[in-house]
């Protein structure tokens, strides 16, 4: 039985989905062990706080503009960041750039990572020993940082090393205040669409340079598995933007990308040799060259005898008779009755038919099916970048600080905008932004939880009208 298309977007969707939900899981987890009061501290992530450190009296005017001015802040050090990387990638600094990526991950595996363990030690009252505690620590951070950056490694050692980078980070979001957590989770969601979609944003430069060159760069991103389809499906040619580059493309925009199918060399090289092996006659009818029968006897083993070529053996020779006799029968047409003919073509390929009354095939036979698979083609592997987890793991840790009526809502409105992003990617087939849906619909369901539902369920709970 042939595959749904539906069948193959589950799979993709379950492949991004369960990573998603064990960063976003572990994150809740460390956030009502460490942090089950929801305090903050405008120093964790001084970026974030650069401007106003927000202050429990303060107003509320006065917290949102703060908060304002910090995200502004933010995303304009991420964008000259973000210019300064296609800059480097641009001119070729790509050591420079493995450099500073493996010391950036050498940091959160060592430093960040060493911070959240010796707490999580206090709060469970283990006693370990600093020597064993920094050998351990920095043989983590150092495979961890070889694995994702220097030298190949199992996909699974990849994927482990990346939720943890995002578990470790989202954590250390989870600190910042509460107006500026929410404040910047919508402008990093608004810079993610400009900066991938709008022409001369800076992701969409590194894509587009990174397709020009039929290059990788250097990103902390999330493979998943690529999903094997069925052989006999057909695919369409790729559609515009995609090629070699399209990959990278996802890793640097933090979204997913689409592989380009390529021919294969062997249908490529049979199409030319085809094609140099027909000739036309000048009497207008097509027919095998000398050359090409000869390489195809000596190719079967029916090489002329003594030195006689396979051109003038019988068989050939009684072939070419006979063609012959075809075009001495095809000449005699009068030019009125050429172009009466091909009047009619043109006329039956107008009406969608074949001369002669007889309804045209389509090419290749694809009907619906084929049109269907058009319209859904889907990437062979899905990227999501690194950047996606941490804010998607910010937003459900900051809602674990308030109840997990909360925390449900926006969990569902994440994986129901990851579903509608990948939708989205199988329609557009480019490189597409993965914040924008999913923030949109998790912050929305977060306010609407807190401030419509739970003042409605809770005192039907307590009362036991609801349960």
């Known amino acids: 039985m042939r595959r749904s298309v539906l069948d193959d977007l589950g799979e993709e969707v ?32 001084f970026l974030a706080s650069a401007y106003y450190s927000e202050a429990e009296g303060d107003s509320t005017s006065k917290k949102l503009g703060g908060a304002l001015l910090n995200a502004l802040i933010f995303i304009g050090v991420v964008a000259v960041m973000t210019f300064v990387l296609v800059l480097l990638f641009k001119y070729g600094c790509t050591k420079l750039i493995y450099a500073y990526m493996g010391f950036a991950g050498f940091s959160i595996f060592f430093v960040l990572a060493g911070v959240i363990a010796l707490e999580l030690l206090q709060k469970w009252d ?11 620590l920095f043989n983590f951070a150092m495979v961890g940082a070889v694995t994702l950056f220097f030298f190949p490694a199992p996909l699974i050692w990849k994927q482990i090393y990346l939720i943890i980078t995002g578990v470790v980070t ?6 910042i205040p509460e107006w500026t957590t929410w404040v910047l989770l919508v402008a990093m969601a608004i810079y993610d669409v400009v900066a991938v979609l709008v022409p001369g944003g800076p992701l969409k430069m590194l894509v587009e340079l990174a397709q020009e060159r039929e290059e990788t760069i250097p990103a902390l991103v999330y493979e998943a598995r690529p999903v094997r389809r069925d052989n006999t499906q057909g695919r369409l040619p ?14 640097a925009a933090g979204g997913v990308a689409v592989a380009a199918a390529a021919p294969a060399p062997q249908t490529m090289a049979a199409a030319g040799q085809l094609q140099q092996e027909l000739t036309v006659r000048p009497g207008g009818v097509a027919g095998i060259g000398r050359t090409s029968v000869a390489s195809t006897a000596s ?10 070529t396979a051109s003038d053996t019988p068989l050939i020779r009684a072939q070419e008779e006979q063609r012959q006799q075809q075009a001495a029968v095809v000449r005699p047409r009068s030019a009125a009755g050429q172009a009466a003919d091909a009047a009619a073509e043109a006329e039956a390929g107008q009406r969608g038919a074949a001369p002669g009354g007889q309804q045209a095939a389509p090419a290749g036979g694809g009907g619906e099916e084929e049109e269907e698979e ?14 996606d987890f941490i804010f998607y793991a910010t937003l459900l840790g ?70």
């Open 126 to 136: 283990v006693h370990t020993d600093f020597i064993s505690f920094t050998y351990i």
């Open 398 to 467: 900051r809602a674990a600080m308030y109840d997990f009526l909360t925390v449900f809502a926006c969990y569902l409105a994440i994986i129901a905008g990851l579903g509608c992003t990948l939708l989205w990617l199988a329609l557009a087939r480019k490189a597409l932004p993965a914040l924008p849906i999913s923030i949109a619909l998790a912050v929305t369901f977060y306010f609407c939880s807190r401030f419509v539902i739970e003042p409605v369920l809770l005192p039907q709970v307590l009362e036991l009208v609801y349960y």
């Open 374 to 387: 058009g319209i859904f083609e889907l990437p062979e592997a899905i990227k999501l970048g690194l950047g």
């Open 299 to 308: 190719a079967g083993g029916s090489s002329g005898v003594d030195g006689e």
């Open 14 to 45: 379950t492949g991004i989905v369960s990573p998603v939900s064990i960063c976003m899981a572990l994150t809740v987890a460390l956030v009502r062990i460490l942090n089950p009061e929801g305090e903050s501290n405008s120093g964790a992530v």
């Open 238 to 251: 790729a559609a515009a933007g995609e090629g070699p580059g399209a990959g990278a493309a996802a890793e």
């Open 170 to 175: 989202a954590y250390v979001f989870t600190w």
